[in-house]
């Protein structure tokens, strides 16, 4: 077995010393107009569903990778304080999810989704909100858990 060096791309260190944290040079952080060593406050939202006012709910479409269903958002009777404002059905007739009335620190009023079926790989939490041409849009945005 030959016994030439070791081939390795980059400085050796030994185990357990400290490495240094790679840094993106000054150039490409003004290239792109932003400091990119500070963390980001600001997290992507997905539309993943478009819906039109109906009566006293909403009709539409949600779709993601994996779902493409029609959907139905139907007014509920509040049978407690903390119970649904609206029923979230499938084009099928299945219950699928709630929604509540809520209002934004902006003053805006939306709804508050929950989207749940066994075929789901995990709850859908996203929120129902009016855009500027009258359309509502079901927004998503993956929880600091997830």
């Known amino acids: 077995m030959p016994s030439g060096p070791s081939l390795r791309c980059g400085p050796c260190f030994a185990w357990g010393a400290a490495r240094p944290a790679p840094r993106r040079p000054d150039h490409a952080k003004a290239a792109i107009g932003a400091d990119l060593d500070q963390p980001r406050k600001d997290f992507i939202m997905s539309t993943i569903g478009n819906f039109t006012a109906s009566g006293n709910g909403y009709t539409g479409t949600v779709r993601t990778l994996t779902l493409n269903v029609k959907v139905k958002i139907a007014a509920s009777d509040k049978t407690s304080e903390n119970a649904p404002d609206f029923r979230v059905i499938a084009g099928n007739g299945l219950e699928i999810g709630a929604a509540w009335k809520k209002v934004s620190k902006a003053d805006r009023p939306y709804l508050s989704v929950t989207l749940d079926d066994p075929s789901f790989p995990a709850t859908i939490?996203?929120?129902?909100?009016?855009?500027?041409?009258?359309?509502?849009?079901?927004?998503?945005?993956?929880?600091?858990?997830d």
């Open 125 to 145: 939490y996203a929120r129902l909100v009016e855009g500027e041409d009258g359309a509502h849009n079901l927004i998503w945005s993956r929880s600091k858990g």
